[in-house]
């Protein structure tokens, strides 16, 4: 992963700065000194994910190789920022594929999910692009990807309970035709 770039004078610990003003706090008291430079490389860190394309991080581990069972990695933890209030939202990713020829390193896969979910992100879409950047890079006969997530900007307000997770899934070629291979997966995903 890209190391977080923080220039010096980084922009992002100007606005801080304001905005801590905005919230009625003084940004110079000793507790918030060094606030705005921490929010920055933060920010800076848990974005980097734009400064990075699919195959930057798994093209240098796609193999032939003739292995037709499904490949699961679960429980993938991911942290990530919604985009409609930059809030966390974070849980894990469950991914399977049924290979056609190829098979990529499986350390690659949570490098992926990294990849999307250091952006300003909706889980919909994190789903999604896992899913597509994965079946783009392999052709695969399926992919499937479901994601269980909390997401703080509903659960510190008050929208939803504490503890409440929300699931997405995307299912692609076998995994959507072929109701044999989806509960496959879906079981496989289940079973702790
Ligand atoms: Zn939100």
């Known amino acids: ?9 980084d ?8 905005l801590l003003v905005e919230l009625g ?4 008291r000793p507790g918030l000194r060094d606030t705005p430079d921490r929010v920055a490389r933060a920010l800076r860190e848990l974005t980097n994910g734009y ?4 195959k930057d991080v798994i093209a240098d581990a796609i193999f032939e190789q003739d292995y037709d069972e499904m490949v699961l990695v ?28 190829r098979v990529v390193g499986l350390s690659k896969i949570p490098r992926l999910v990294e990849v999307f979910s250091r952006r300003l992100q909706i889980q919909e879409q994190l789903t999604n692009q896992v899913a ?13 990807v479901v994601v269980e ?10 929208v939803e309970t504490p503890g409440g997770r929300m699931i997405t899934s995307r299912m692609l070629g076998t995994f959507r035709r072929d109701p044999r291979t989806r509960s496959e997966f879906l079981d496989l995903v289940r079973r702790s």
């Not at 950047?133 to 006969?141: D, G, R, S, Y």
């Open 74 to 101: 679960k429980d993938i933890p991911f942290y990530s920022l919604c985009e409609h209030h930059m809030l966390p939202f974070f849980g894990q990713v469950h991914v399977g594929y049924l290979p056609k020829g």
């Open 51 to 54: 400064d990075l394309k699919p």
């Open 132 to 144: 597509d950047a994965l079946n783009t890079a392999l052709t695969p006969k399926g992919v499937g």
């Open 11 to 18: 922009p992002i610990a100007d606005l801080v700065d304001s």
């Open 149 to 158: 997530a909390r997401h703080l900007c509903m659960e510190m307000r008050g």
């Open 25 to 28: 706090e003084n940004p110079r």
């Open 1 to 9: 992963m890209a190391r977080p770039n923080p220039k010096p004078g």
